[in-house]
Nanobody, 124 residues
Framework: QVRLEESGGASVQSGGSLRLSCVVT???????MGWFRQRRGKEREGVAA???????KYADSVKGRFTISQDNAKNTLYLRMNSLKPEDTAMYYC???????????????????WGQGTQVTVSS
């Protein structure tokens, strides 16, 4: 059984930074891990992903500002978010999945396990 629990969401001003954490329980050694977000009135979208080999992929909208990483010893996935913008306001979700294809790393269909989400609000 895989369980994911996010934390770290908060309200910040534009230009600020946050680090989201996702504690992972269960066997996910060979899984890819991802961060997704859902803005109000929008579909859930992939933000960043990392494979079990450490390969990372980012959405164009966050490249250069967000960094995904994982600490296997702590079973924790992170998303460091810098230079936050109001359009980054969303519920952020952690996900785990068996996908290893580059084309599907930021696709919802590549992930079968999801956390409950943590809210990030960026004010201008």
């Amino acid at each position: 059984q895989v369980r994911l629990e996010e934390s770290g969401g908060a309200s910040v001003q534009s230009g600020g930074s946050l680090r989201l954490s996702c504690v992972v329980t269960g066997h996910t050694d060979m899984y890819s891990m991802g961060w997704f977000r859902q803005r109000r009135g929008k579909e859930r979208e992939g933000v960043a992903a990392i494979t079990s080999d450490g390969i990372t992929k980012y959405a164009d909208s966050v490249k250069g500002r967000f960094t995904i990483s994982q600490d296997n010893a702590k079973n924790t996935l992170y998303l460091r978010m810098n230079s936050l913008k109001p359009e980054d306001t969303a519920m952020y979700y952690c996900a785990a999945g068996a996908t290893t294809y580059w084309s599907s790393l930021l696709s919802l269909t590549g992930y079968g396990y999801w956390g409950q989400g943590t809210q990030v609000t960026v004010s201008s």
